[in-house]
T-cell receptor
Framework: NAGVTQTPKFRVLKTGQSMTLLCAQDMNHEYMYWYRQDPGMGLRLIHYSVGEGTTAKGEVPDGYNVSRLKKQNFLLGLESAAPSQTSVYFC?????????????FGPGTRLTVL | DAKTTQPTSMDCAEGRAANLPCNHSTISGNEYVYWYRQIHSQGPQYIIHGLKNNETNEMASLIITEDRKSSTLILPHATLRDTAVYYCIATESGTYKYIFGTGTRLKVLA
């Protein structure tokens, strides 16, 4: 199993440009998440999904949109990138329900907005 | 979700036990305590979790106080590869999210 993969690994954007980050998991997990991590900080939840076709806002959703058209994929979009969105973006997934709900994380996407 | 408080940084000698404390004084009865670690800038990695009882797995032990207001993660024989940021998280069973905080930066010294 590849686990959780993220595409691309690195990206540099100019202010105002748009892009989509792709997260894919092959573990048949129902829940998927997008986090951002700024230097010296912990992870903050942007958006999440509890199943195909559903999405919800997390702690810091402004400036981002998401889609979950297929169970295995979770896309994060930046419509008009801003320097404040320079960060490392992590995707995660987990099984639904139960008390044992470990999240599995991808390797991250390092985004710089100039 | 309960707020957690951890020391900013700690050092530990290689081969010795690393004891990482976490305060979660506002934790509710159905909130679990989870520990993750992040090595360099990789994605966080699950270590262990618990509700009331102490827990042990191949990576670590988790000691939770009787009043559940604090816990300690124990790495019994720390190695250089254990150098990482360790996050203590309290979250409700079955909830969709974690609140990570800034964690404890553990440095294992040779």
């Amino acid at each position: 199993n590849a686990g959780v993969t993220q595409t691309p690994k690195f990206r540099v954007l100019k202010t105002g440009q748009s892009m989509t980050l792709l997260c894919a998991q092959d573990m048949n997990h129902e829940y998927m998440y997008w986090y951002r991590q700024d230097p010296g900080m912990g992870l903050r939840l942007i958006h999440y999904s509890v199943g195909e076709g559903t999405t919800a806002k997390g702690e810091v959703p402004d400036g981002y949109n998401v889609s979950r058209l297929k169970k295995q994929n979770f896309l994060l979009g930046l419509e008009s990138a801003a320097p404040s969105q320079t960060s490392v973006y992590f995707c995660a997934s987990r099984l639904a329900g139960g008390s044992y709900n470990e999240q599995f994380f991808g390797p991250g996407t390092r985004l710089t907005v100039l | 979700d309960a707020k957690t408080t951890q020391p900013t940084s700690m050092d530990c000698a290689e081969g010795r036990a690393a004891n990482l404390p976490c305060n979660h004084s506002t934790i509710s009865g159905n909130e679990y305590v989870y520990w993750y670690r992040q090595i360099h800038s990789q994605g966080p990695q699950y270590i262990i979790h618990g509700l009331k009882n102490n827990e042990t797995n191949e990576m670590a032990s988790l000691i939770i106080t009787e009043d559940r207001k604090s816990s300690t993660l124990i790495l019994p024989h720390a190695t250089l590869r254990d150098t990482a940021v360790y996050y203590c998280i309290a979250t409700e069973s079955g909830t969709y999210k974690y609140i990570f905080g800034t964690g404890t930066r553990l440095k294992v010294l040779a």
